[in-house]
Structure formats: C-alpha cells, structure tokens
C-alpha cells in the first residue's frame, strides 16, 4: 500500500484514476480546487490545492506521500498558470517536501516539436506548447524520479486493456487503458527516467511496458 496524491482529481483521468488505485488498495489524496463529492471509498480522501497558489502552501499537501501524479489541465482555459507553471510548482514542491515518484500525464510527441503539425496536434499549438516545457523541466531540471506518459487524443469509450508503446503516430486513446496504465506505472520502477508515447492497440497494458 502507498500513499499517493493525485493532482487533477476532479478530471476525467483523475476521477477514474483515484477510483482505480483506491481499488488496487492504496491511499488516495484526490487533490482539486473543489470538493464534489465523487469519492466515497475508505481509502480516498479528498484535498483542496490551487495550482495558482505558491510552492509552499502545495507542498503542505504532499507531506509524507510516496508518489504525486499529475493529470491535472485547464482545457484550454489557463494554459500558462495551469498546465504549465502550476505543473512546475508541484514538481518544485514535490522536491522542496522529499517526494521522489512523480508520474506526469502529458500529450503524444510534447517533447518532439517538428511533430506538431500531424493530425489533431496540429489543432492545439498552445496545448503542445505548455506540455512541451512541463515535460522539460520534469526530466531535465529535477532529480525527482519521473515517468512521463504521452497519450494520443483521448476518447470516452471502454478500455480494451491492450496499447502500443513508443508509437510512431499520434493515434486514439481510450480513457480507461490511459487510466489503468497509469496506475501500472506506479508498481514499474523500471519507467522511471522515462517518457513513453502511447495509443490504444493490441499488447496487454503490463506487457507493454515491460518493453
């Protein structure tokens, strides 16, 4: 059992990500601007954070935790103070507090700009842009023991079980196979110090990564 924050909680990742890691036996502290009563289960507590707040205040809420996710995003709305600044300031926090497991969800081909012009990415510049420096910042200015996980677009369908990894094209992905290969990256310290571009396919989530 771990304790884990889950930074984005209230999202469509993150609502089904605390769900998922509370079912796999672990603390959850489902962090969000606001409470709306999603969580229920024994093992899941929710946290009020403000990615607009400073390092310190959000470092009180990582106190004693043994890995921080962040599916936290503005859609759009607060790119720069949300996706971008307030992803660093956890990451700045989760080393200023002593936590060393950071799993970050990001976008397909983030650190790869000449991409950007393929398919949906082509649409959301700005999106690629926060995403980019986040990823950044994570794997090159911090000693935190990161995984960044790249999804193509997501999708609200059933989760087949089954991705590819290291993906040449920036295909569909369904909610659920993100979610549960999130919560399978916790357990997969051989991830760490890595960035794993993914769509949905045809290999089993835990044997995907084990490549």
């Known amino acids: 059992m771990k304790k884990v924050l ?3 909680a209230n999202g469509r990742v993150g609502s089904q990500l605390v769900q998922k890691l509370s079912e796999n036996g672990h603390q959850v502290w489902a962090a969000g601007r606001k409470d709306y009563g999603k969580f229920s289960t024994s093992n899941v507590r929710f ?3 403000d990615l607009l707040s400073d390092v310190d205040a959000l470092a009180k809420q990582m106190k004693d935790m043994d890995a921080v996710y962040f599916v936290s995003g503005s859609r759009g709305k607060d790119l720069l103070q949300v996706d971008l600044h307030g992803a660093v300031k956890t990451m700045q926090a989760a080393e200023k507090t002593g936590v060393k497991r950071y799993i970050m969800l990001s976008s397909v081909f983030a650190l790869q700009p000449e991409r950007w012009n393929e398919a949906f990415l082509k649409e959301i510049p700005n999106y ?3 995403k980019h420096y986040a990823d950044l910042y994570l794997s090159r200015l911090t000693k935190l023991d990161y995984t960044i996980l ?3 677009l997501l999708k ?3 989760g087949s079980g089954t991705i590819a990894v290291n993906v040449e094209n920036p295909g569909p992905n369904a909610i659920p196979n993100v979610v549960e290969t999130l919560a399978a990256l916790l357990e997969a310290d051989h ?3 890595k960035v794993i571009t993914m769509h949905d396919g045809n290999t089993p989530i835990l044997e995907a990564l084990k490549s």
């Open 150 to 152: 790249q999804p193509g």
């Open 6 to 8: 889950i930074i984005g």
């Open 156 to 158: 609200e369908e059933s």
């Open 128 to 130: 690629n842009i926060a």
């Open 47 to 49: 946290v009020t954070m």
């Open 191 to 193: 991830t760490i110090g």
